[in-house]
């Protein structure tokens, strides 16, 4: 226990108090000593005068009451000192009986907490001990009916039981833990009998194509057998994933139909759709090389007669639910008064080439930003400002700005004929976009309508779906024409939609030379 200070309300005498008083009992006693010195010579020269011995003996009795006074001065403060002090001492002693009370009682409550854990903890183990010993009588039951059953089966067979009968011990056993669910759906679309149009209906994909994808994921895919249950095949897995894209149709219903449990095909979709971007999107998904742009631009220009266009541009909306954070920004105020019902959406920003394939995409923006601001966000944007678009054009709609290489259409009012032909073939190229987006979202059902994948893993589940849909048009997957999917994006004019001089003569320079060299459309006379 730590020592108490001792205070009091009157002030204790210091040393320099006691050094003043006796420095004035000092000078007192000199003062009398002079004065008697001085009273005997005064006697000697003057014996017969009387009244200076009055004098004297009067000044003699005045510093005797005077030594008196500070003498009964002191006394006084040394009795207030020991008074103080013994009041300091019984009330420190008080204050050390309180602590020492307080202590016992918090030292006994602490104890008999720790005696009440005690009691907990012991019943705990008790009850554990009788669950475990409840446990081991329901194995042992199951065990005995599982061995019953065996030898049941060994008794009205002919041929002894091989190693199939542990194999069926195990099956039986594992029943005991894993939910017997029906596959035979699976097992069906995975019989090499199985109808190609069927399968292609179901996966959106010809057989060859799902299994080169299987093949490709496979090594990040595969997991190894324990001993509880076997794993999945690679080929479910992925099928599920596909699947679930393909229709977006809920998880409880991609659960009955592979015969998994619903969290299990939840975490097979995300887990396939991060290995697709992982492993595939290198492969499939990346902005062109030098002799592939040369091709790109050939053909664009055979399309459209513009020179130098390297890829047509696009931004479309996914539905989302309402996020619970930053509501406000994905909020999409011009789908919620179309549709007269409060939409929320995030945005998908694609380049592509003349056949539909994506070059770049940007993922995940919310869906209350207009396209020029998505463009911003972008990492196409960065790489147009650090020169590696230089003297190559990428067309957009009328939401993009006029820039240096973003080439979009007139939109001022009273256009001449020159620029009414520009306009139409800006939209011959704007329209391999458009029509791209549209066979994206027919042919993966879940972009179509609200998932119930989280915010925070939708982009990758995006970003796997424009690789699927790049892997089906590389290798000709046609889409089925009841999957066609219309799209309705309101297009908004930004507030700046000239952002440079030079690329607006131009494009002045592009449409004249469309119309007076005779590759100019009709469609403007009509």
Not at 5 to 10: D, E, F, I, P
Not at 249 to 265: A, Q
Request: net charge negative; with cysteine.
């Amino acid at each position: 226990m730590n020592e108490m200070k001792v205070t009091s309300s009157l002030p204790l005498p210091t040393q320099e108090d006691y050094s003043f008083f006796y420095s004035l009992f000092q000078d007192a006693l000199s003062e009398m000593n002079t004065n008697t010195t001085t009273g005997n010579n005064s006697r000697k020269r003057r014996r017969d005068n009387t009244n200076d011995e009055a004098d004297e003996g009067e000044t003699t009795t005045g510093n005797n009451k005077n030594f008196k006074e500070i003498l009964t001065s002191y006394l006084l403060l040394e009795e207030q000192e020991k008074l103080d002090q013994q009041e300091s001492a019984r009330a420190y002693q008080q204050e050390r009986q309180l602590l020492e009370s307080n202590h016992k009682q918090r030292s006994q409550a602490m104890l008999n907490y720790y005696n009440n854990l005690q009691d907990y903890y012991s019943d705990l183990e008790e009850s554990d001990e009788q669950l475990r010993t409840k446990r081991s009588r329901l194995s042992a039951s199951a065990v005995a009916a599982a061995t019953a059953s065996v030898a049941s089966a060994k008794a009205n067979s002919d041929a002894p039981i091989q190693s199939g009968g542990a194999g069926a011990t195990a099956g039986h056993h594992r029943r005991l833990w894993v939910k017997d669910r029906s596959q035979a759906w699976w097992d069906r679309c995975n019989h090499p009998d199985f109808p190609e149009e069927e399968f292609r209906k179901a996966f959106r994909m010809g057989r060859a194509t799902f299994d080169m994808i299987c093949e490709e994921l496979n090594s990040v895919v595969a997991k190894e057998d324990t001993m509880l249950r076997a794993a999945i095949p690679v080929h479910q897995r992925v099928a599920v994933c596909i699947w679930r894209l393909a229709t977006g149709e809920p998880l409880r219903l991609v659960s009955k139909r592979f015969g998994l449990g619903i969290s299990t095909c939840h975490k097979l979709v995300l887990e396939v759709c991060s290995a697709i971007k992982t492993v595939l999107m290198p492969k499939f998904l990346q902005w062109p090389d030098e002799e592939a742009l040369k091709n790109i631009k050939d053909d664009f220009e055979s399309v459209s007669g513009i020179p130098n266009v390297v890829g047509s541009m696009y931004t479309t909306h996914i539905p989302i639910i309402a996020p619970k954070i930053s509501v406000a920004a994905y909020f999409n105020k011009r789908h919620t008064e179309r549709n007269q019902k409060t939409s929320y959406s995030i945005t998908v920003q694609g380049v592509v080439d003349p056949r539909g394939v994506f070059t770049d995409v940007c993922i995940g923006w919310p869906g209350s930003m207009p396209d020029d601001q998505v463009l911003e966000k972008s990492a196409l944007y960065q790489r147009a400002n650090a020169g590696f678009l230089k003297g190559v054009w990428i067309v957009g709609s009328s939401g993009y700005p006029l820039m240096d290489w973003v080439l979009v259409p007139y939109t001022h009012q009273h256009l001449t004929w020159t620029q009414h032909a520009f306009n139409e073939k800006i939209g011959e190229i704007q329209r391999v976009a458009k029509e791209a987006f549209s066979r994206l979202k027919g042919r993966w059902s879940c972009l179509q309508k609200r998932t119930e994948v989280k915010l925070q893993d939708l982009p990758v589940v995006l970003g796997a779906c424009c690789v699927l849909h790049n892997i089906c048009e590389m290798r000709n997957e046609v889409v089925d024409p009841e999957l066609k999917f219309e799209l309705i994006d309101d297009e908004m004019v930004p507030e700046s939609n000239l952002r440079s001089v030079s690329s607006m003569q131009t494009r002045d320079n592009i449409a004249h030379n469309l119309l007076h060299h005779g590759l100019a459309g009709t469609a403007f006379f009509q």
